[in-house]
DNA sequence: TTGAAAGCGCTAACAA
DNA sequence: TTGTTAGCGCTTTCAA
């Protein structure tokens, strides 16, 4: 509000009412009997004077602000829109604004954010930026700001948790199923648990049914829709090349498309394609994608809800862990592999998803 | 911040520092002299205690939050997002953070949006959202808080606009001139000046060379993904099908590049398509789309400091208004029309721009 | 170079 | 049923 301007507060209401400012607070709040009368006086003058209460004032005094925070690491992939969304409908249902912090992928910036967070003394907030160290986090404990995070596992705040380890096998696995052999993964961003856990699952998946697997299948990408693209070149020059590919999220396996198009390699026909994220405009690509979804809008919702829960104290003290699963949502960017080779004879007789077991991995290849 | 929690104020610091709170809070803003051995004990003490002000305290004797706010109408189209990302960035530089509303494309959500705004004392809006009567707005004019709006033209405030007829017109002429004459358009909410404005566009191109117009080839659209799938559909059935169609937004159009694909219609071999706004995913579909860019990221991080310039009074009274321009990025998705029609002859002379005039347009149909 | 004290606009304990 | 008053944690004027 610029320097000049009029600012009406409750003592104006309380003047033109002719009640006191405590009245004047308890009826708007609906916080103790007033008698109908007083009660009609101050709505009128309210609204006479266009009165709005200033929720600054009252925050300093209630020590709540009604403002959550959301740190995300990117705005460039949909799928934090899509979360940001869910996010925002569940809390402006209960009464709370959300403030969005993209921390473009930097610690650096998410650490900035997270100071002015706690001089604005937000309510709380939603994690799903870098991961790091809980050590960095300390000035959030100290402040006792209740958090909570997505997808990133830190020791002493509530998260939910995606299975990415059956994510990836389940991706895996479908192209498996489909007689794929020679299938490539594109990864994300290597330090972080997602990437690893899902070319854990990967692995995985084909070491139980002792599928081939080659370092050079392993293609590192960063998340974005250019890092798929270039995969895609990446991909095209190999020889024999897969025929298959599992990128870690959707927005890669879109750049993949556009990637494979352009060297003139046909979806499904030529290669399969399996993304992760569930995007909601996975259906609309051309050939619609195949991919893994953990239901975004509802992880969301839950996310939300579990944050406002702490804020109103409901955990007491036990961490919260919920780690939610995931399903294989196959569209028309898959196929069966072409050609008819011998182990296939052993999948007409119906291979069933293996057991998960813990296995000895290779290290992932640096990130190019 | 919790109940139970210990909270540490300036009072603190300056006692753990033998000063005022007066001197505390000058060290900490800067604001005045103080000497060089003080400074170092209320510096030690911030730190000794992990000292974090409160704004919230501040703001209210400031009158001043250090918080925009951005009301969009909705988080499914990407535009938004990449939008949001640039103010998000431009207002981080200069020390303020966005709360992000997103309506939905409800009025009743945005004005609720704007109560709380108004109550939390935001320091300035971007406003993005449904049209409406200026008049609807008269609370934030008596709260006197800074607005600026996108690509909606409000009376009283500030404005970025873009030249939707501008744009219409290019993606129109763009098909014209690859020698298609049977050109749909799949329009947004028809009730936004957006659409009309394209629309506008749309039909000054066909008129300024006499191309033919049917009725039955404005498709009704919504903006998003699935209103440009149904569009397909309903092109598909058309007889004679015309042979491209301009979407008024990138998301139709990506819609469009599926339901099109559904119906084994091949772009742009059978039919050619442009989109508009350019989103980043614009590059990466199949075929990449040919789309009218209005530069999201430039426009946005222009729209956040026309907002911060109005904050900080740079304007006195005088609103803006800043139109920008748009330019047509040829991808794959439009090809020449097949065939040799005798009109095609003129245009290997070279069809030129022609000049933008105003014309009187059929209205159009009623959304679906 | 420093500090005391008066607010900023509310809520809520206490009193009437 | 209503009002007085003491804060909430700061900034800033005024005085020393």
Redesign the pocket.
């Given at each position: 509000m610029p320097d000049g301007a009029q600012?009406i507060?409750?003592?104006d209401v309380a003047r033109v009412a002719g009640?006191?400012?405590?009245?004047v607070?308890?009826v708007?709040?609906n916080?103790?009997?007033?008698?109908q009368?007083?009660?009609r006086r101050v709505l009128e003058a309210v609204q006479a004077l266009n009165?709005r209460?200033?929720s600054l004032?009252?925050a300093?005094?209630?020590h709540e602000t009604g403002l959550i925070a959301m740190v995300i690491p990117s705005t460039g992939n949909p799928f934090f829109g899509e979360l940001g969304a869910a996010i925002e409908a569940r809390s402006f249902a209960a009464g709370y604004n959300v403030i969005t912090c993209n921390a473009e992928r930097s610690v650096a910036k998410a650490d900035k954010y997270l100071e002015m967070l706690v001089d604005k003394r937000i309510d709380g907030i939603i994690y799903i930026s870098s991961d790091r160290s809980t050590g960095q986090l300390q000035p959030l404990i100290r402040h006792q700001i209740p958090m909570v995070t997505f997808d990133r596992d830190f020791t002493h705040f509530d998260s939910i948790l995606l299975d990415n380890f059956q994510g990836g096998y389940l991706a895996t696995h479908h192209l498996l199923e489909l007689g794929h052999r020679h299938i490539a993964c594109v990864t994300g961003s290597q330090m972080t648990s997602r990437a690893s856990d899902r070319y854990r699952g990967y692995y995985q998946a084909l070491t139980d049914v002792q599928a081939p697997f080659q370092p050079d299948w392993i293609i590192a990408g960063n998340w974005d829709y250019e890092s798929g693209r270039r995969a895609a070149h990446r991909l095209a020059s190999l020889d024999p090349r897969p025929t298959a590919a599992f990128a870690m999220n959707d927005a890669m396996a879109i750049g993949l498309l556009a990637g494979l198009s352009e060297v003139g390699l046909a979806v499904p026909a030529d290669l399969s394609v399996v993304g992760y994220d569930d995007i909601s405009i996975a259906r609309y690509t051309t050939p619609p994608l195949t991919t893994i979804s953990s239901c975004i809008a509802e992880a969301g919702s839950q996310l939300c809800q579990m944050l406002l829960n702490r804020i109103q104290g409901a955990y007491d003290d036990d961490v919260q862990k919920i780690t939610i699963g995931c399903d294989l949502i196959v569209r028309g960017s898959t196929a069966p592999a072409t050609g008819r080779l011998p182990w296939q004879k052993h999948e007409e007789e119906g291979l069933r998803l293996p057991g998960l077991q813990t296995h000895t991995l290779p290290t992932l290849p640096p990130t190019g």
């Open positions: 600012r507060t409750i003592y009640a006191s400012i405590t009245t607070s308890h708007l709040n916080t103790r009997n007033v008698r009368e007083t009660k009165y209460p200033n004032a009252r300093l005094v209630r």
